[in-house]
């Protein structure tokens, strides 16, 4: 019967958490790696919530992200909260064209604020959000709303949330006047399963129309005679990067979590991903989590990740063409991540540590080398975070 209990809360926090995040505007490719949070794990609404920390990003292009944030969730009322957010990303990179490397040294600082009430009651649950960042070259606003209702006496929860997103951006060389407008629509459907007081499944979809400006108004192309076979950077002429200007995206997301005995769960997830640019992905991911016992958890996993070029991809370009590119997230690839961490609870306290190594090797994508375009070598990065949150 506990064992029973604890599947029906699994349920609910897996349905919360997937509901409460699933709406942003214009999320990243399903490659890109991800931090874990404290306010990601399944538990009951409290009084009062706290949380700060600061996790790091660096990779052997010369991208360093540092982002420390802060977070507050107060109880209104029972099964009403309210939630504010503040967070700062510290970016520094060898170019603000992270591709070519053809311009200086670049940094910037992110900022960005958030507001979210939710309601839990009586199985059923609702958000609803709003987000605002800014930067020197991007002001983005995010508006959030989600609903679940648990059903079949609480082992079934179905869940439905959507997101949209109002971009403006441009080059920080023009005034604001000559930015670009971008929007995004989002919607997640998510359903889940309790088959068994030890096993829960859910099956996710994610339907995302992307219009408007999606190039990089710093990314130049190069074009290279056809007839060269030595492809020299001193005989490319560069133009600007063109990408087409409407985007919809699919993605099925399966997740199953099975615990073995009182202290080890296991987690499966499979995502497949198709967009009208013609990128398709699969990741495959398994993870183990560990209560070591005296409020002590180990979590371990593994991610791999393939994907597909655009439609409009080359390796190279000989003529300039309608769509052109020298993005490396639309070229092949493969990746693979490690994800540890340790989770510690102390009376009202909980600390997170963890550390997320991620590689990545393109199929054809070519970098410049000197005078020549060659292919890119292997890239690493890497993630640490620290993260204290209190329950009060």
Known sequence: MNRWRAGRGWVGGVCALLAATSAFAVAPLPGDATVTTLSAAPRAPLGTHGETGTAVYSNNDGLRVISPWLQARQEVTEGVSVQVQARTDIITAASVDMISGASPAFQDIRKEVGFLSAYDKAGVRGHAGYTYSTENDTHTHTMTVGGAKELLAR?????????????????????EALWHDRTSHRMDATVTQLLSPTTIASAAYTLQQIDGFQSSPYRLVPLVPQDSSQWLRSQAQWVAERHPTSRTRHGLT??????????????????????????????????????????????????????????????????????????????????????????????????LLQSVLLWTRYDDFRTVAGDRFVPMADTWAGILQAALAVDL
């Open 155 to 175: 082992n079934l929860t179905l869940a439905l949330a959507y997101g949209l997103g109002l971009d403006r951006l441009g080059s920080v060389r023009q005034p």
């Open 254 to 351: 399966l997740e199953a979590r099975q615990a073995i005995g009182a202290r080890l769960t296991l987690r499966a997830v499979y995502r497949g991903y198709l967009d009208t640019w013609a990128v398709r992905s699969d990741t495959g991911e398994f993870g183990a989590t560990l209560d070591i016992g005296h409020g002590l958890e180990l979590g371990l996993s593994n991610r791999l990740y393939w994907q597909s070029n655009a439609s409009f991809y080359r390796s190279m370009y000989s003529v300039d063409r309608a769509y052109i590119t020298r993005d490396r997230r639309l070229a092949a690839q493969w990746s693979d991540s490690v994800d540890l961490n340790v989770r510690a609870k102390l009376w009202v306290f909980e600390v």
